[in-house]
């Protein structure tokens, strides 16, 4: 009897905390690209809008950088920011810059992607005017 108590315990707690995760754990959906951007042969810069819904939501826009092959949902954003309209410049070999007007949510200024077995770095010097 006590056992079974334990065991239905255990399923409970686990399909409640599951459940949880599930429903708390916010889907992002991009609806279409703005940004691409060749930084070498095989790498790329490219920027989703992310359209969460409703006229009193804001979009915003989530930068990857990418092997030529690989999609979005593999690597994380390096920058998400409410800019659509961003200029990149190439600097140098493995490096951009980034001039935007906006604010910026989240921003990494060295990010890595694999083309078959090699990992490539980019570092992104970052020239931004709040609006």
């Known amino acids: 009897m006590l056992k079974s108590l334990v065991i239905s315990l255990i399923i409970i707690t686990t399909t409640f905390i599951l459940g949880y995760y599930y429903i708390a754990s916010p889907e992002v959906v991009f609806d279409k690209e ?42 994380s954003p390096f920058m998400i920011t409410s800019a659509n309209n961003i200029e990149i410049k190439h600097q140098e070999e493995g490096r951009i810059q980034i001039n935007m007007q906006g604010e910026i949510l989240s921003f990494k200024n060295e990010v890595w992607t694999q083309v078959d077995d090699e990992f490539h770095s980019l570092k992104i010097d970052i020239n931004a005017r709040y609006q």
Do not use: H, M
């Open 34 to 75: 703005v940004v691409q951007y060749k930084v070498s042969e095989n790498t790329r810069v490219v920027g989703y809008r992310v359209n969460k819904g409703g006229a009193t939501v804001p979009f915003y826009y989530y930068y990857f950088f990418l092997s030529s092959s690989q999609a979005p949902g593999k690597n």
